[in-house]
Each structure stands twice: as C-alpha cells, then as structure tokens.
C-alpha cells in the first residue's frame, strides 16, 4: 500500500494547526497517511502545484498567501471556491487537480455544532469585507438568511462584496453598525479586531436584541473582547475554533477515505495547543 499523503502550504507556515488535526485524525481512524506543512514563498507556488502529481499528494489545503494563487492555478473549482474566489482545499480526480473552499462549510458547521436553529436568526451584521468575509456570507446565503448586512471601514470594499453576491447583500460604513445592529439576530467579525495584539471591540453588542447570536472567526484568543462583551450581556456566542475544525473535514474525506469527526477531544487538544504558545 502506498502511503496517503497530503499537505497544508503557506508562508510562513510553522504557526499552522491543520497537521495537528489531520494527525490526530489519522492516528483515530488507524490510516497510514501523512500530513505535512510545507513552507511556499509566492514566487514558487505555481510550480508547487505543478508538481504535485508526481510528488504523489492526494491533495492538499492551501493558506495565506496563497489562497488566490491556487484559484488561479487549479485546472476545476467548485461552486464555493468561485462564490468567494479563493481556494484552501486541493484534490485530484481522475487526473485533473481540483480547488474547492470549505471556509464557508467551516463556518456554518461550528454554528450548527454549538448554537442550534441559528439559521432562523436573521438579519445577520457582517462585520468585515476581507476573505474570510466572502466565506460567511457565502455559507449566510446558502443558509437561506435574507438579509446581510457588511460593515466595513472603507465602504467600496463592502459595496464590492454587495455587488458580487447581490440580492439580500447591503454594504454600510463603520458608522452604521448600531442601527443596523438594533433588529439583528446575528453578529459576526470577520475582522482581525480582537487578536492578540490587536485588543480593540469590533463592534459593541450593547444594541444586540436578547436573542442575537455573536461569534467571531478569531480563535486567538479563543474569547475575544467582543465575545466576552456579548457574554457579559447574556448573549448566546460562538468562538472561532469550530471554524478551523470543521473546515478540515471535507479535504481529509476527500485525501484518506473517512470523513472524520469533529469532537470534544479535539478541541481540547488545539486548545491545549493555542494555550501553550
């Protein structure tokens, strides 16, 4: 048997948990795969996946920079990868190398896992334009939530997101965010606001209605300051991690054969992870 072998890519790439899931997944079910990181700088990335085939990858993820490189340089997309134009999941069938992203997956899933019925709490507050922007309303819209509204601080950039994902999709300035939070049942930052290092509130929930939800896609730390405001108040929240988790899922099914389970033990283990650096 040959070995099953896939990878996470990206620069730089030693703070990536992807191999500590994908082996603590690996060693669970019993499969003899490998799953590395691979440090890519730009310039070299498109002969990267060049040589994919014959380095006998299965497939791979893909993470910053190079998300929308490998857009690009895949020969196949799915739907997802096209609706938010980046890539992070790479796999072969029949020969040709396929692109998909799952953030959005990801996403919905962690909602599904900790904050049940979610989907009934529209209207949702977008709070962000980047990548990771394009994700959630990507996965908000496949949800069936009609109403999403993008704050972003340079308004073109949320207006950019409203044209390409249109109907239901409004862009608003940094300085709407407390009316349009006045009737939402879901706030959720897709900003960097609230990292270590970065301890600012992206949004003050304060004008939340009791039954909104609140999560955030950072996951360092794993209560960022708007998710400790939201639970001051009594709000339901969700942290990222889930996110990072459930993304996973689809490429190790895609690369090993199994679909894996996303359960307590490890979350425990990333946590454990995330607290000793």
């Known amino acids: 048997m040959v070995e099953k072998k896939a990878f996470v890519a990206g620069h730089p790439i ?11 997944w690996l060693a669970k079910y019993g499969i003899d795969g490998n799953y590395q990181a691979i440090d890519v700088a730009p310039e070299d990335f498109a002969a990267f996946l060049k040589s994919l085939a014959e380095k006998g990858y299965r497939g791979g993820n893909v993470t910053i920079p190079h998300k929308e ?15 938010i134009g980046a890539v992070n999941t790479l796999w072969f069938e029949d020969g040709v190398l396929w692109g998909g992203n799952t953030d959005g997956y990801g996403f919905a899933a962690n909602l599904d896992d900790h904050a049940p019925g979610w989907t ?6 977008v709070l962000g334009a980047g990548g990771a922007s394009r994700a959630v ?5 496949e ?21 390409h994902f249109g109907a239901g999709v409004s862009a608003h300035g ?17 900003t960097a606001l609230g990292m270590h290092g970065n301890e600012t509130l992206a949004a003050d929930p304060a004008g939340l209605p009791g039954h909104a ?11 960022t300051p ?17 996110m990072l988790l459930h993304q996973a899922v689809p490429g190790f099914e895609r690369w090993f054969g199994k679909r894996p389970e996303v359960t307590p033990e490890l979350r425990r283990m990333i946590v454990a992870d995330i607290e000793a650096h």
């Open 174 to 190: 940094a300085g709407a965010v407390g009316e349009l939070l006045a009737d939402a049942g879901l706030l959720i930052n897709t």
């Open 14 to 24: 030693a703070h990536s948990r992807s191999p500590k899931i994908h082996g603590h």
């Open 213 to 223: 939800i609140v999560t955030d896609i950072v996951y360092v730390p794993l209560e």
């Open 226 to 242: 708007l998710l400790a405001a939201a639970s001051a108040r009594g709000l339901k929240t969700v942290d990222g991690l889930g």
């Open 69 to 83: 490189s490998a857009f690009a340089g895949v020969a196949r997309r799915d739907h997802a990868a096209d609706e």
């Open 137 to 141: 309303i990507h996965a908000l819209k």
């Open 120 to 125: 009934k709490n529209g209207p949702a507050v």
């Open 143 to 163: 949800r069936g939530i009609k109403d999403i509204r993008v704050v972003n601080r340079t308004l073109a950039r949320a207006e950019e997101l409203g044209h």
